[in-house]
């Protein structure tokens, strides 16, 4: 293809920009009775925004604090390699970089890690699930597609709070940019539905022995993947992809 001047690098958060899982790394380290309490709850079909939201609220009722969360999030395992290889791309004029995060995360723990990691300018635009602290100091959490409101009807596996696919064509919509490729780097299920809308000269970087390595290797003949797919395990491979843009 001719020369890039220009691509979109989405990110989805959890175990792909970070390298752990902000829901359940609070209560693993804050309260593993609520993080029993999680997967218990999982178990039973509760959906997985509304799990969060609960044990949120729990763990403010047992004492835990604000600072106490936000200090969770700053200790979070975020790969040196990671925060280079985002950091270079941000910074080279050609081609110019533009970032974008998908994630079933919430605003609060994002815009925290991320400026824990000096990285709070990267994204252009975080589409994640919307958050606040309330007055006395609990987490107030809810889905992107509310509770109760019409659903999205993702026909390709995505969760009910969230079309990350669906959010991917709405931010293209809205900006109205073209881009000489497009990256994606994820590790979900739910990170499949948008790699489908990528054309040939984009590429997926997919995360090695979760979820999203499983569909794109199982459903991407099925639903007619068109895109390159790169497998990476450690934040230093993305690095290193990065790098050769």
Same mark, same amino acid.
């Given at each position: 293809?001719?020369s890039?001047q220009?691509q979109?690098v989405v %990110?989805?958060f959890?175990?792909? =920009?970070?390298?752990?899982d902000?829901?359940?790394?609070i209560l693993?380290?804050?309260?593993? +009775?609520?993080?029993?309490?999680?997967?218990?709850?999982?178990s039973e #079909?509760?959906?997985?925004?509304d799990?969060?939201?609960q044990?949120?609220? !729990?763990?403010?009722?047992?004492?835990?604090?604000?600072?106490?969360?936000e200090?969770?999030?700053?200790?979070?395992?975020f790969?040196?390699?990671?925060?280079r290889?985002?950091?270079? =791309?941000?910074?080279q004029?050609t081609?110019?970089?533009t970032f974008?995060?998908?994630?079933? &995360? /919430?605003?609060?723990?994002? &815009?925290?890690?991320?400026k824990a990691?000096g990285?709070e +300018?990267?994204?252009?635009?975080?589409?994640?699930?919307p958050?606040?602290?309330?007055d006395? #100091?609990?987490? +107030?959490?809810e889905?992107?597609?509310?509770?109760? #409101?019409?659903?999205?009807?993702?026909p390709? #596996?995505?969760?009910?709070?969230?079309?990350?696919?669906? !959010?991917?064509d709405?931010?293209? +919509?809205?900006t109205?940019?073209? %881009?000489d490729?497009?990256a994606?780097?994820g590790?979900?299920s /739910?990170d %499949?539905c948008?790699?489908?809308r990528f054309?040939?000269?984009?590429?997926?970087?997919?995360?090695?022995g979760?979820?999203? !390595?499983?569909?794109v290797?199982?459903?991407? !003949?099925?639903?007619? =993947?068109?895109?390159q797919?790169?497998y990476?395990?450690g934040?230093?491979?993305?690095?290193?992809?990065? /790098?050769?843009f």
């Amino acid at each position: 293809m001719a020369s890039v001047q220009s691509q979109l690098v989405v %990110f989805d958060f959890d175990w792909s =920009l970070a390298d752990q899982d902000t829901d359940r790394w609070i209560l693993e380290v804050l309260d593993i +009775e609520l993080r029993r309490k999680m997967r218990t709850m999982e178990s039973e #079909g509760v959906e997985w925004t509304d799990v969060v939201a609960q044990t949120m609220k !729990e763990l403010h009722a047992r004492g835990g604090t604000r600072e106490q969360v936000e200090e969770a999030l700053r200790i979070m395992p975020f790969h040196p390699a990671m925060v280079r290889g985002v950091k270079r =791309l941000k910074h080279q004029s050609t081609p110019k970089t533009t970032f974008l995060c998908l994630s079933a &995360s /919430n605003t609060v723990y994002i &815009s925290t890690i991320l400026k824990a990691r000096g990285l709070e +300018e990267l994204f252009d635009v975080i589409v994640t699930n919307p958050a606040k602290w309330s007055d006395d #100091g609990c987490l +107030e959490l809810e889905r992107r597609v509310a509770k109760g #409101g019409p659903p999205h009807n993702c026909p390709n #596996g995505c969760g009910p709070n969230m079309c990350k696919g669906a !959010e991917l064509d709405a931010y293209l +919509e809205r900006t109205g940019q073209k %881009f000489d490729r497009m990256a994606y780097v994820g590790d979900g299920s /739910n990170d %499949f539905c948008p790699i489908l809308r990528f054309r040939k000269q984009d590429v997926a970087l997919v995360r090695k022995g979760r979820a999203l !390595e499983t569909r794109v290797k199982h459903e991407a !003949e099925k639903y007619g =993947l068109k895109c390159q797919v790169k497998y990476w395990a450690g934040a230093w491979e993305v690095e290193e992809i990065f /790098n050769a843009f």
